[in-house]
Nanobody, 125 residues
Framework: QVQLVESGGGLVQAGGSLRLSCAAS????????MGWYRQAPGKEREGVSC???????RNSESVKGRFTISRDNAKNTVYLQMNNLKPEDTAVYYC???????????????????WGRGTQVTVSS
């Protein structure tokens, strides 16, 4: 089993920045792909960014040029640097991980192997 714990959420003004972290523990040697999703009130959970074990990344159109996903395999941690935040970025952000599939198969879908509990990001106008 793998446990994922997110941190770094908070309240920020529009145009500001936050960096989210997701620390993985447990059977981490099996993890191939990690990603970030978000869910705003009344909306479906949507994919934000994805990164494979080789470093290949994918981002949703809504965050391209503003959000950057990165991964420190030595620390078993994935990051999401969020710049130029907008009120529409307000959501609970979830970390996800998968043992076998790549971003090309996973991104935008929900059946990942593991999920964190989420961290709230609120962007005020």
């Amino acid at each position: 089993q793998v446990q994922l714990v997110e941190s770094g959420g908070g309240l920020v003004q529009a145009g500001g920045s936050l960096r989210l972290s997701c620390a993985a523990s447990g059977s981490i040697f099996r993890i191939r792909t990690m990603g970030w999703y978000r869910q705003a009130p009344g909306k479906e959970r949507e994919g934000v960014s994805c990164i494979s074990s080789s470093g290949i990344t994918r981002n949703s159109e809504s965050v391209k040029g503003r959000f950057t996903i990165s991964r420190d395999n030595a620390k078993n941690t994935v990051y999401l640097q969020m710049n130029n935040l907008k009120p529409e970025d307000t959501a609970v952000y979830y970390c996800a991980a998968d043992d076998y599939r790549a971003c090309s198969a996973l991104f935008g879908t929900l059946p990942w192997d593991y999920w964190g509990r989420g961290t709230q990001v609120t962007v005020s106008s």
